[in-house]
Structure formats: C-alpha cells, structure tokens
C-alpha cells in the first residue's frame, strides 16, 4: 500500500458510494456549497464520500466511517436555489485523520490499492453478477428498487466488479463492508453471501404477505 497521503474535501452521506458508480447530488447547504465552488477550481474536481456512521446528512456532528470513495465531477447544474451534480466513484481511501471542518468537512486520505482479478475471479464475478441479477428480477416484483434487473454495467472487470456490488439490494453497512474488502475474491463471497441473505428476506416478506391476504377478516 502506498504511504502517500493528501487533503480532500469530504461528503458524508448515508449511503454508501462504490468505484464506477454515479452518485446525484443536490447541494444546499453553505458549507458544501463552499466545498464545491472550492473543487470546481481544481483540475481533478474530486472530492470524499464516506458512510455517516451516526448523526444525519444535514447540520454536521454526525461521526463518519473511516474508509470511503473519491468522487469526480462529471457534470453540474445550478437551478432553484440549489446546486445539482453528478459525480462517479474512483479510487478507495481511507481516513488517515479527520481535519477541521472549516467551512467544510475535510481529511487527510490515504488511496486503497486496485483489486486484482486473474480468470478464476472473472469466471467468479460472473457467477455473482448472475445471483445478483435473479435477485433484482424477483425483488423488482414488489419493491421499488433504484437499479433494474438488466441495467448495463461496465465491459471492464475492474470496474464491473464494484458496479456489481453497488446495484446489489443491499443495506449500506452491507456495502461499507464490501467496500472494505481486501480482495476481490473476499468480495465476491461476501456479495454472493449477503445477496442471498436479501434474497430470503425478500421472500420471507412476499410469504408473509400472502399469508395475511390469505386471512379472513
């Protein structure tokens, strides 16, 4: 791992933001519009996404996880008193030390290496991707969810395998520990493990609702 180190102005959400995947944002708040006017000068125009841990999105003294996702600016529109962007997820880093958050959130980052894949992993992300379709076909049916069954993902394997895990209908502390992942081997069988366990609560959901309608009033 690289010891390198740099200053990155940092978005806590609630949620949880992989490599590869778009994140839409709406910015109102004074301090994040600083944190953008700030970025949007910058050549890369990158900034932090971590999980909030505790707290909420709005207001600050929420307590942040300490592993999240570069986000790069791809597009921004200013409409309605507020600031809409898109952003994609790059490089993984972890939190090396939390600075003042004055007139925004910031840290000092360290980025986390690519997770390599020889054949056996690719023939392995197949499988998951499989699963984790099958889940969002049945899930779909009942739930409203924000990625569909046949969304297109990248060509490229590297940056597959996290779109694969950031369209799983996972929880975000699900995610976070995806995120975490030290292999994409580890990965992949976390995936593959926690998407079925969505999967048989969903059905557990769908069976207890038919139970109910089954009762006579």
């Known amino acids: 791992m690289s010891a390198a180190t740099r200053e990155l102005p940092m978005f806590p959400l609630g949620s949880v933001l992989f490599p590869g995947m778009p994140l839409p944002l709406r910015v109102f708040e004074p301090r994040y519009v600083a944190m953008l006017s700030s970025v ?4 890369e125009r990158e900034f ?18 300490g592993v999240g ?3 790069r600016i791809a597009s921004v529109e200013i409409a309605d008193g507020s600031i809409g962007l898109i952003a994609t997820g790059a490089a993984r880093f972890e939190v090396v030390r939390w ?8 840290a000092e980052v360290r980025e986390l290496p ?25 899930a779909s049916e009942f739930v409203q969810l924000p990625w569909a069954p046949d969304v297109e993902l990248s060509g490229d394997p590297a940056k597959r395998l996290w779109q694969v895990a950031g369209i799983a209908p996972l929880g975000a502390l ?28 969903f059905t557990a959901g769908w069976a207890d609702d038919a139970d109910d309608g089954d009762l006579a009033p």
Do not use: K, M, Y
């Open 99 to 106: 600075l003042e958050d004055d007139p925004f959130p910031r």
């Open 48 to 65: 932090g996404v971590v999980l909030i841990e505790r707290g909420s999105e709005v207001g600050g003294g929420d307590v942040r996880f």
């Open 174 to 201: 699900d995610q976070l520990a995806l995120l975490r992942s030290g292999t994409a081997p580890e990965l992949l069988a976390r995936l593959v493990e926690e998407t079925r366990a969505a999967d048989d609560r």
């Open 69 to 71: 996702t570069v986000a």
């Open 114 to 138: 690519n997770l390599a894949l020889d054949a056996p992993t690719v023939a392995e992300l197949a499988t998951a991707e499989a699963l984790v379709r099958a889940t969002l076909t049945r």
């Open 40 to 43: 949007l000068g910058e050549v």
